[in-house]
Each structure stands twice: as structure tokens, then as C-alpha cells.
């Protein structure tokens, strides 16, 4: 079974950076490639519904933000380490939630239902 995991969230101060990461785990991989795949990351924050972020396509050319992060976050991938990363500048207190990546191959595309795999999330925790 492909299990996605995310890493590098934190508590931070408002106007802070992190940097995401999503890479598929190394014992659940099999023959999945996360490189072969359109990567989408999501946030849900408590007691909301989970939202997108943004999306990448498979070699990276092709990115898509939701509008609320567009300017500030950044999204990118390194193939040859099959990791997707997650940039977040300017950090605001309302970008607390917990952000989970997720892996389809349907397109650079904001629908969760469009993505096959899905991580665990990792919390990012921004304070005033």
C-alpha cells in the first residue's frame, strides 16, 4: 500500500518560512514512482473543511495555487529524489491547519476526490 508522508511543519511566528515535504515511504513504495505523478497539497484547518493549495504536474512545469497562498507559496518537486516540496512565506496566522500532500494522475488539478494517495499531514502551527 503507497504511503505518503509529509514533513516540515512547525510552530512558527506570523511572516515566518517553512519548507513542506512529500516524498512516498520508502517501505510502502513498491513500484510506485511519486515522480510519475501529478502532486497535490491540501490544508485543513479545525473545524473547517479541507481545502487546496496548490498542485504540481509531473515534470514541474505546470503549477496551480489556490488564491488565498498565490504569491506566497511555492511549490516544486525534485524527481530525482522523488520528493515535492511545499514553500511557505510570509506565514499568516490563518495558514494554521494541517497540510497533507497527495499523489493522482488526473492532472494539475484543486479536486481531492481527483487524487489516488494521500499522507498523513503535518501540522503548521502559526502564531501572532
Known amino acids: 500500500q503507497v504511503q505518503l508522508v509529509e514533513s516540515g511543519g512547525g510552530l512558527v511566528q506570523a511572516g515566518d518560512s517553512l519548507r513542506l515535504s512529500c516524498a512516498a515511504s520508502?517501505?510502502?513504495?513498491?513500484?510506485?514512482?511519486?515522480?510519475?505523478?501529478?502532486v497535490g497539497w491540501f490544508r485543513q484547518a479545525p473545524g473547517k473543511e479541507r481545502e487546496f493549495v496548490s498542485a504540481?504536474?509531473?515534470?514541474?512545469?505546470?503549477?496551480y495555487y489556490a488564491g488565498s497562498v498565490e504569491g506566497r507559496f511555492t511549490i516544486s518537486r525534485d524527481n530525482a529524489k522523488n520528493t515535492v516540496y511545499l514553500l511557505l512565506d510570509s506565514l499568516k496566522p490563518e495558514d494554521t491547519a494541517v497540510y497533507y500532500c497527495?499523489?493522482?494522475?488526473?492532472?494539475?488539478?484543486?479536486?481531492?476526490?481527483?487524487?489516488?494517495?494521500w499522507g498523513q499531514g503535518t501540522q503548521v502551527t502559526v502564531s501572532t
Open positions: 520508502g517501505r510502502a513504495r513498491g513500484n510506485f514512482e511519486l515522480a510519475s505523478h501529478e
Open positions: 504540481i504536474s509531473q515534470n514541474g512545469a505546470i503549477t
Open positions: 497527495a499523489a493522482g494522475l488526473r492532472g494539475v488539478v484543486a479536486a481531492g476526490y481527483q487524487y489516488d494517495y
